[in-house]
C-alpha cells in the first residue's frame, strides 16, 4: 500500500505540472493564431482521447511527460510531412520569431508561475514552524555522517560560517550543503567542563550524504525531553503497558532524560526484555517490554523542545514564496555547478522517477504532496529551460540566434538537433532511472 501511495501521488503531481506546462504552449499558440493539432498528457499509446475543434486532447498511458503537437513545428514528434509544404498562415514556422519564442516559452513561464503560487499558499496558510537554535538548548545527537566530519553528540552549534542563525534547520540548509567551504561552529565542554569553540569544517561533497531521506536522516538530529505521543497497535510497548503521555525516567535502572539514550539503549538490546522505568501523572511505574529483532518496541516520541510559529501576511507571504520558488533554481545550479567540479557524483545527485516517489513517502500528506509539487514545478521549469535540443530551451536558443543574426536554421538542421537532443534525453532518463535502481 506504501508503494501504491507514493506512485500515486507522484503521478498525481507530474499530471498537473505537465497538464500545466503544456497548456502554457497551448495558450501562447492560440493568442498567436497557432493551430494545435494534440494536447495530451502522458506519451503514446493513446489511452483515451476526443476532439474539440481542430484539437485533439488526450491520454496517454506512459505518464511520465506529455506534450503538445502544433502546427508547423519540428518536435519531438520528428514528423516533418508538413514541412515539405508551402508554408499556411495558422502554422508555427509562419509567425514572427518573437511569437515563435513566447510559445516556446509559454510552458516555462507557467510552471514558475505554478511554482511561485504553491509556496505563497503554503507560506500564508500555514506560516512557518522551527525550533529556534537558543531553544535547541540541549544541542545535537551526531549520528553517522555528523560524526564523520567531527561533530560530537552535546555539541550545540551556535554559528554557520561565522553568523549566528535562529532557525536549527539552516545546520543543513543549501547554502550550507550546495555553498563551499562552509563551517560550523560549535561549542563543546572540554575536560574541565568549561565550554570552548571549536571550527569544524563541512566537506564540499556533503550534499551527497543528502540524496536520499535514508542517509539524510543519518547526519544530526536535536537533543529533546520527551513523553510518548503515540502507542502502535500490537507492539511490544503496547503490550507491556505503555501509554499515550507516559514519560520514561529509566531504561534497565539508568536515569534517562532525552529520546536518543532511550533509542540507544533500546536498539543495542535486540530479541531482549528491557526495564523502562515511567512517570505517569503522579504514579512512578515500571514495564518490561522485550525489543524487536529491529530495535524497537513500538511507540512515537512527541518532542518537549519548544518549537517557533510565525505567521505570514498576504504580503509576507508573497515575498516569502517568491524567494522559495527562485531559490529552488538557484540551488539546481548550484547543484550542477558541484557535479561539473566533481565534489558531487552525479549517481549521487540525481533522481529519477522512483526517487522522487520515494520523496513523496508511503503516507499521503497533502502539506508535504504541494511542497514537493512546487518544487517539481520549478525543477521543471529550470530543466525544460536548458539549451538541449528538443527541450523548450533548445528551441529558444535556435529563434534567439534567428533573430539576432536573421537568419533562420534550415529545417534539415532543426530536425537533426532534434534527433540529437531526444538521444541525450532518453540517455537521461535511462540513466535516472538505473540509478534509482542500483545505485540509491
Known amino acids: 500500500m506504501e508503494t501504491v501511495i507514493m506512485v500515486g501521488q507522484l503521478l498525481l503531481a507530474l499530471s498537473i505540472l505537465v497538464g500545466l506546462h503544456e497548456l502554457g504552449h497551448l495558450v501562447a499558440a492560440r493568442m498567436f493564431g497557432m493551430r494545435v493539432e494534440q494536447y495530451f498528457i502522458g506519451f503514446p499509446p493513446k489511452v483515451v482521447s476526443f476532439k474539440k475543434g481542430d484539437t485533439e486532447y488526450g491520454l496517454g498511458a506512459i ?35 518573437w511569437q515563435r519564442l513566447i510559445v516556446m ?14 509556496f ?50 539552516d545546520v543543513t540548509s543549501p547554502d550550507v550543503l550546495l ?18 569553540r571549536i571550527r569544524i569544517d563541512v566537506p564540499n561533497n556533503l550534499a551527497e550524504k543528502f540524496s536520499s531521506k535514508e542517509t539524510a536522516s543519518q547526519f544530526i538530529a536535536p537533543i529533546f525531553p520527551f513523553d510518548i505521543a503515540e502507542v502502535q497497535l500490537g507492539s511490544e510497548a503496547e503490550k507491556a503497558g505503555l501509554k499515550t503521555g507516559d514519560r520514561i525516567t529509566s531504561v534497565n535502572g539508568k536515569p534517562t532524560a532525552y529520546f536518543h539514550e532511550v533509542q540507544e539503549v533500546v536498539r543495542a538490546n535486540k530479541g531482549k526484555a528491557i526495564t523502562l522505568g515511567l512517570q505517569r501523572g503522579n504514579q512512578a511505574l515500571t514495564i518490561r517490554p522485550v525489543v524487536s529483532n529491529e530495535g524497537t518496541i513500538g511507540f512515537f516520541p512527541n518532542s518537549l523542545l519548544k518549537e517557533t510559529h510565525v505567521d505570514y501576511t498576504f504580503g509576507e507571504a508573497v515575498a516569502k514564496g517568491t524567494e522559495r520558488a527562485f531559490g529552488v533554481i538557484y540551488d539546481n545550479i548550484r547543484g550542477f555547478a558541484k557535479i561539473f567540479k566533481g565534489e558531487v557524483s552525479p549517481s549521487k545527485a540525481i533522481s529519477g522517477p ?15 504532496f504541494w511542497s514537493l509539487a512546487g518544487l517539481l514545478s520549478m525543477a521543471l521549469a529550470f530543466m525544460n529551460a536548458l539549451p538541449i535540443p528538443a527541450l523548450d530551451g533548445g528551441h529558444a536558443s535556435m529563434l534567439l540566434y534567428e533573430m539576432v543574426s536573421g537568419r533562420k536554421p534550415s529545417d534539415k538542421f532543426v530536425e537533426g538537433a532534434q534527433r ?8 537521461l532518463m535511462a540513466f535516472a532511472f538505473l540509478n534509482d535502481i542500483f545505485f540509491k
Do not use: C
Open 63 to 97: 505518464p511520465l511527460g506529455g506534450f503538445v503537437k502544433i502546427s508547423g513545428m519540428i518536435d519531438e514528434s520528428l514528423d516533418t510531412a508538413q514541412m515539405h509544404l508551402p508554408p499556411q498562415p495558422y502554422e508555427f514556422r509562419a509567425k514572427p520569431a
Open 105 to 118: 516559452l509559454g510552458g516555462i513561464i507557467v510552471n514558475v508561475i505554478t511554482g511561485i503560487a504553491i
Open 120 to 169: 505563497v499558499a503554503l507560506m500564508y496558510s500555514l506560516g512557518s514552524t522551527y525550533i529556534a537554535t537558543q531553544d535547541a538548548k540541549y544541542g545535537i545527537v551526531a549520528l553517522e555522517y555528523g560524526k564523520q566530519i567531527g561533530l560530537k553528540t552535546g555539541d550545540r552549534i551556535v554559528e554557520i560560517n561565522g553568523k549566528p542563525f535562529d532557525n536549527l534547520a
Open 179 to 196: 555553498g563551499n567551504n562552509s563551517y560550523y561552529t560549535v561549542e563543546r565542554p572540554n575536560a574541565s567542563g568549561s565550554l570552548e
Open 354 to 368: 522512483v526517487g522522487i516517489a520515494k520523496m513523496f513517502g508511503g503516507v499521503w500528506d497533502w502539506t508535504r
Open 420 to 427: 540529437v537532443g531526444m538521444v541525450i534525453l532518453l540517455g
